[in-house]
């Protein structure tokens, strides 16, 4: 075991650089719905966020696909932490997403690994009016046969997003997507657009048409450990300097966790102008209200704690695993990627300054989530 360390370590790169990329974000941009977002530029770019206020929370209409007999559905704990990752990134946006209803199965082969071209015969006669419908499939296959985490539309078009159940769990492309149904371009800008420059001189017309996020070159195989390691340069010969940390970018989806005010401020005119009609009538899906099922695969000491603590693991954890760990909020306050030379061992974290209270730390492997309760006191 030890000496195959190093080749495990170099799968595992590997494993993480292909299944964790940003580009399996399929949402595309037609010159008609670019058209009618760039009518309102301006007041996407004006709107005041200080004044946005819900009362409602947005409704989630959620479709999700199993086999024909009835068996692999994603868990309900998947589901739930996937609600409160989106929720934790729409904080500062104060914006709050629920599961309206119980969600709808629906027991068929034919779309359990979803190909897009599928999309019609799935979702036409299935959409909620008022809700976002969000469908969760095992996979989904592009019309050029790539594998996508998840697509949406642009305001303008329909109100769906699609999730593969492997990505659901991966901490931000739930909530990227969610950006662009809500308006946003990725931070490299939509194709109808010329490039942003770095000077931020053209950045209300340019690249993403958000100022306060910096001209980026698209990220895409050129983030290294949360950093950028690319070094292109903009028309003016100015070097990039990407935000790896924002949730559009095509950064690697653990090192996302932001939208910029800009941002926050285009997705909330978005669901005051585009989504007006978004209000959730029915009841919350009832296994929100239902705590998470607790596994036994990780166990926690000590617990309480003053501060450090362990996690043991009581099997091998698979490649891309990894611990986060959440407050009584739903903030995400950590996440750590596990190497698998840990499989078996312990991971030590501290939560000194983290303040004292109730904190949930999930053990996420593909689709598959452990969670145990842990007191600082
Ligand atoms: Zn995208």
Not at 80 to 103: D, H, M, Q, R, W
């Amino acid at each position: 075991m030890k000496q195959n360390t190093p080749i495990l370590l170099l799968l595992w790169s590997v494993l993480m650089a292909t299944q964790l990329n940003g580009q399996n974000c399929g949402t595309e941009v037609t010159v008609n719905q670019y058209n009618l977002l760039s009518r309102t530029r301006i007041e996407r770019q004006s709107f005041d966020s200080y004044r946005f206020k819900t009362s409602d929370t947005i409704p989630i209409a959620l479709h999700i696909v199993r086999k024909s007999d009835g068996s692999d559905a994603p868990k309900l704990a998947l589901l739930k932490y996937a609600l409160n990752n989106l929720n934790s990134a729409f904080t500062k946006a104060n914006i709050v997403f629920t599961y309206c209803g119980e969600p709808e199965y629906i027991d068929d082969d034919r779309f359990y690994n979803f190909r897009k071209a599928d999309e019609p015969l799935l979702a036409d006669s299935r959409d909620e009016d008022g809700a976002i419908n969000v469908y969760i499939t095992q996979s989904i296959t592009n019309f050029s046969g790539s594998q996508l985490c998840g697509y949406t539309y642009m305001p303008g078009a329909k109100d769906r997003i699609f999730m593969s159940s492997s990505c659901l769990g991966n901490g931000t492309t739930f909530a990227h997507e969610m950006g662009h149904y809500l308006s946003l371009y990725h931070t490299h800008g939509v194709d109808f657009n010329q490039p942003e420059l770095v000077n931020g001189s053209n950045c209300e017309i340019a690249g993403d048409e958000i100022c306060d996020t910096p001209a980026d070159p698209n990220l895409l195989g050129e983030v290294d450990n949360c950093t950028y390691d690319g070094n292109k340069k903009d028309a003016n010969g100015d070097l990039y300097q990407p935000d790896v940390h924002n949730i559009m970018s095509y950064s690697v989806p653990n090192c996302r966790y932001e939208f910029s005010d800009g941002q926050i401020a285009r997705m909330q005119y978005s669901i005051e102008n585009d989504h007006p009609n978004l209000k959730c009538n029915n009841k919350v899906a009832s296994f929100l209200a239902n705590p998470l099922d607790e596994y036994s695969d990780i166990s926690i000491y000590p617990n309480p704690t003053q501060g450090m603590a362990q996690i043991k693991f009581s099997e091998t954890i698979p490649e891309g695993s990894y611990i986060s760990i959440y407050n009584a909020f739903g903030k995400l306050m950590k996440q750590q990627v596990i190497n698998p030379d840990l499989a078996g061992g312990v991971y030590q974290f501290d939560l000194s300054g983290f303040g004292k209270g109730i904190y949930f730390v999930y053990l996420k492997n593909g689709t598959k989530i452990s969670m145990k309760k842990l007191l600082y006191q």
